[in-house]
């Protein structure tokens, strides 16, 4: 499965990523600026729209890849108006929704591209819907239309509202910790990463709603990841995820949220007991030598980012100089040499850490 999904999507999402650079020579291009649309101007569209919808849904691909292209080119311009979304949005929704619940693999999957491009507060809900209930190929094409939502909201005006985003970044979180297909995992961080760049003018709270649930997402995956053969491979999304955090908190220089400072210090500790829990199960001869070498350069990478973030999110200065004695990517690197003894040692003492500073229970740390 998790080779069909990347097939079925990959020539979809590469097209629609590049339509913008494709001319529409059917739809007066003045009408996705214009911030009201007369009545005239919304015949045009349904005309338009409907068109290009009967080649899409006619079974050429060929002939639908273009009206794919012509139907999201006006969505990827920087001067489209949240009134020309809404427009289309009524136009095509029905439809969208009923090609993503159908059987028609290729047509769901455009579908679920070109609503999220959309980016309504109506498109929003049809796509977590089916997020939640769709087959595994859907999912990840209703996770990719999310993420293509919150890159409108990145580009132009949205059309969505702030308070409908929020929900939609707390519906896309909430399953990660429990989320096994990488796919589907990709997906959900990649929406989330995206949802932390709609500027604050255009979805008020937003970025900083999803750099603290993509952060409280991470570190809660980061917890129920099982430590076997396959971590190596489990926690690549999660190391995206880390970086999508430390590029926020970059971007912000300091100015972070008492919340996501909290949740980036819980993702920490958690980075830590990840290490742990793979010192212990490798040197018990639990992981095979090969997957336990695949899964230790995974933790550095994770550790190395995950050490970053208190000087990042600007914890006390005492704290941050306790935290960098810990050494704690060094001490991982050198288990080898004394049997992890002494980075055994730096985490007990990194969860009194935890505990004293930040009032985090032992038990927010899978250290069995």
């Given amino acids: 499965m998790r080779g069909l999904i990347p097939r079925l999507c990959a020539v979809v999402l590469v097209l629609a990523a590049t339509a913008g650079t494709r001319a529409q020579s059917d739809l007066d291009p003045s009408i996705p600026a214009k911030l009201s649309l007369s009545g005239q101007d919304r015949t045009d569209v349904r005309g338009w729209a409907d068109a ?3 080649i899409l849904s006619g079974g050429d691909p060929v002939a639908a890849s273009t009206a794919r292209r012509r139907l999201v080119a006006p969505l990827l311009r920087e001067d489209t108006t949240a009134a020309f979304r809404s427009a289309l949005d009524q136009v095509l929704q029905d439809r969208l929704d009923a090609a993503m619940r159908g059987g ?6 455009n579908s679920a591209i070109i609503c999220g491009w959309i980016g309504t507060d109506r498109c929003l809900r049809t796509l977590l819907d089916v997020a939640e209930r769709g087959d595994a190929a859907m999912r990840f094409a209703a ?18 509202d702030a308070t409908q985003a929020r929900q939609a970044v707390d519906a896309v979180a909430a399953a990660i910790p429990n989320t096994t297909e990488r796919s589907e995992l990709d ?8 949802a932390m ?3 604050e ?20 995956r980061m917890h129920t990841l099982p430590v076997d053969d396959q971590l190596g491979d489990r926690i690549q999304p999660l190391i995206k995820g880390l970086g999508a955090i430390q590029s926020g908190v970059t971007q912000r220089r300091g100015d972070v949220d008492p919340a996501w400072r909290r949740e980036a210090m819980r993702l920490m500790g958690r980075c830590g007991a990840l290490a742990f829990q793979l010192v212990r199960r490798e040197q018990a001869g639990e992981i095979s030598e090969p997957a336990a070498a695949d899964a230790r350069a995974s933790i550095e990478t994770a550790l190395l980012v995950a050490s970053t973030l208190p000087s990042l999110v600007r914890v006390d200065a005492d704290v941050q100089q306790d935290l960098n004695r810990l050494q704690l990517l060094d001490r991982f690197r050198g288990t080898s040499d004394d049997g992890g003894d ?12 935890m505990g004293n500073e930040f009032g985090f229970p032992i038990g927010e740390f899978n250290l069995r």
């Fill in 52 to 54: 290009n919808w009967a």
């Fill in 104 to 109: 028609d693999a290729f047509l769901g999957i």
């Fill in 143 to 160: 996770l990719s239309g999310t993420e293509n939502a919150f890159r409108a909201g990145v580009i132009a005006t949205p059309a969505f």
């Fill in 187 to 194: 997906a959900r961080i990649d929406a989330l990463a995206q």
């Fill in 197 to 199: 760049r709609v500027p």
């Fill in 201 to 220: 003018d255009r979805a008020s709270g937003l970025s900083t709603h999803a750099a603290i649930e993509l952060t409280r997402a991470t570190g809660a």
């Fill in 342 to 353: 002494t980075f055994r040692r730096a985490i007990d003492d990194l969860m009194r850490i």
